[in-house]
């Protein structure tokens, strides 16, 4: 089989859990990467060791919530490697585990919610994929061609109780992965998402209350790897064809 040519990916959200892994299968396969993470040392580690093994990597410290500083890497990282093929949007959470949150905290019903955590969860998961698709958009409609994949969620598609914030956050990525593919398709662009479920990254540590729930309902009968989704979201950012738009894509162990 031959391997598809290497290609120039933006990865937002590349330090920890999924997007760790999506970088290592991206370097690995000869990939230019763009590395945009809010937690600023392990993005300057991260960027040290790809460039030791031979990667061509431009790292730089971003709060994907934030859209001008959203807009100034993304110029920058064009300027830097010439421009971007793919975008993989996978910045968001349940809670700010940079900030040392813990996710049981962050689980609990609506009622009970603050709504001063509501923006914040919404900022990261809904505005955060929209500021980086605004800001690499230009780029892509100028070339004819680019690739757009979110990071949405199992909760996004049916809702997880304790999380009905971050699923109405994530269910918007998903309206909104379809809406951008019908404007884009004819400019060669073509946007879709995964919607990961039990995935064992640091928002599922293992023996904390949640993850016990969710493993009981799960069809594989096993939590997930970031590998997992990584192979996906590099399927679409890489390899699908560009008919293949305006999908979303479920790595869950089954339907829930
Ligand atoms: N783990 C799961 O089971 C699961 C399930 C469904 C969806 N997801 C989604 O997958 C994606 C990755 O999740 P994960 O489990 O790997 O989480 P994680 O916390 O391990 O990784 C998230 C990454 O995003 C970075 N980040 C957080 N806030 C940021 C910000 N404001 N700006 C820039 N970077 C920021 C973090 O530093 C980290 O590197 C998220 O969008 C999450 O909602 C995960």
Redesign the pocket.
């Known amino acids: 089989m031959t391997q598809a040519p290497p290609r120039t990916l933006l990865i ?9 892994a999506i970088v290592a299968q991206a370097a690995a396969r000869g990939c230019a990467l763009a590395l ?4 600023a040392d ?1 993005l300057a580690a991260q960027a040290r060791s790809l460039a030791d093994a031979g990667a061509t990597v431009f790292a730089r410290p ?4 934030a859209a001008a500083g959203v807009r100034e890497f993304v110029g920058a990282a064009q300027a830097a490697l010439g421009g971007i093929d793919a975008l993989v949007a ?5 809670v ?3 900030a040392g949150g813990q996710v049981d905290a962050s689980v609990k019903p609506f009622a009970a919610s603050d709504p001063a955590d509501w923006r914040h969860i919404v900022d ?2 809904l505005f ?1 994929a929209l500021n980086l698709c605004h800001a690499v958009l230009p780029g892509m409609l100028e070339r004819g061609a680019g690739r757009l994949v979110l ?5 996004g598609r049916n809702g997880a109780a304790g999380m009905a914030v ?1 699923s109405a956050a ?1 269910a918007g990525v998903i309206a909104f992965t379809e809406a951008l593919s019908r404007e884009v398709g004819r400019a060669g662009i073509a946007v879709n998402a995964v ?10 540590p293992p023996g904390v209350a949640i993850s016990a729930d969710r493993l009981a309902r799960i069809p594989a009968g096993r ?2 790897t ?1 590998e997992e ?1 990584a192979n996906v979201a590099l399927y679409l950012a890489c390899d699908a064809p560009s008919y293949l738009s305006g999908e979303v894509i479920g790595v869950a162990g089954g339907p829930p």
């Open positions: 937002a959200g590349s330090v920890h859990g999924i997007g760790r945009a993470d809010i937690d392990g971003v709060d994907v919530t996978n910045a968001g959470g349940v700010s585990l940079v990261l998961n955060g990071v949405s969620s199992a909760a971050y994530k919607a990961p479920g039990g995935i064992l990254t640091r928002a599922f939590m997930g970031p989704v």
